[in-house]
């Protein structure tokens, strides 16, 4: 089975560009996530789809960053405009449905730096 | 690669002695438990879970153990190996509805050979 894509692994931009993130689940899981790992830290949610609903944004910075999962296969995460405490590495986890167990398995992650 | 945490507590063992990594978690609500791995430059990679209605849990050469009373997790790495040399995440569901996962800080095991 193959498990969550994610690209591009690496991006370096400067303060105030654009940026996206994208992220293919495993085939067949409805819920789809987008998690913030700042060095040292454990991944903080930033965003949970079910299908392409959102089910929790809470904690999604939304003056810039927004994410979209259309047909609720894919999804995109941006950044707009970037700021230096951005730099982190943007991590995907997919996850079979909302109800427990709730085994989330992630994606290798995108690694940004803002400068 | 660049280490995923830089600042975290360390464990050092030798190998083939046994691990304990401990977590304490902070919301008495919540009714799943879940401890990944993460080696540098990769994502968590789930290890091993369990339900707040259990006490402990054993899979292949690990046993997670809950005790709820002091809200305290723990993961046991029988003979311990080199390849477990990473940094492991206690993560909790706070069962209020929506299942993403809260992540605690994280600890580094680092085995000697």
């Known amino acids: 089975e193959a498990g969550v894509a994610q690209s591009p692994r690496y991006k370096i931009i400067e303060k105030r560009q654009s940026v996206a993130f994208w992220c293919n689940p495993i085939s067949g899981h409805a819920t789809l996530y987008w998690y913030q790992q700042i060095l040292g830290q454990g991944p903080k949610l930033l965003i949970q789809f079910q299908n392409n609903g959102v089910v929790d944004d809470s904690q999604l910075p939304k003056d810039r960053f927004s994410a979209e999962r259309l047909k609720g296969v894919d999804s995109t995460l941006k950044i707009q405009p970037a700021k230096l405490e951005d730099s982190a590495v943007y991590l995907c986890?997919?996850?079979?449905?909302?109800?427990?167990?709730?085994?989330?398995?992630f994606g290798p992650g995108t690694r940004l730096t803002v400068l | 690669g660049e280490s995923v945490g830089l600042h975290l507590p360390t464990l050092s063992v030798q190998e083939g002695d046994n691990s304990i990594i401990n977590c304490a978690y902070s919301?008495?609500?919540?009714?799943?438990f879940i401890w990944y791995k993460q080696e540098s430059g990769k994502g968590p990679q789930f290890i091993i879970d369990i339900r707040s209605n259990m006490d402990k849990r054993q899979g292949q050469r690990v046993t997670v153990l809950l005790n709820k009373t002091v809200k305290h997790l723990s993961l046991q790495i029988a003979a311990t190996q080199p390849g477990d040399s990473a940094v492991y995440f206690c993560?909790?569901?706070?069962?209020?509805?929506?299942?993403?996962?809260?992540f605690g800080s994280g600890t580094r095991l680092q085995v000697q050979p």
């Open positions: 993560a909790e569901n706070k069962g209020t509805g929506r299942r993403a996962l809260t």
């Open positions: 986890a997919s996850s079979s449905g909302v109800v427990a167990p709730n085994t989330q398995y």
């Open positions: 919301n008495s609500a919540s009714d799943y």
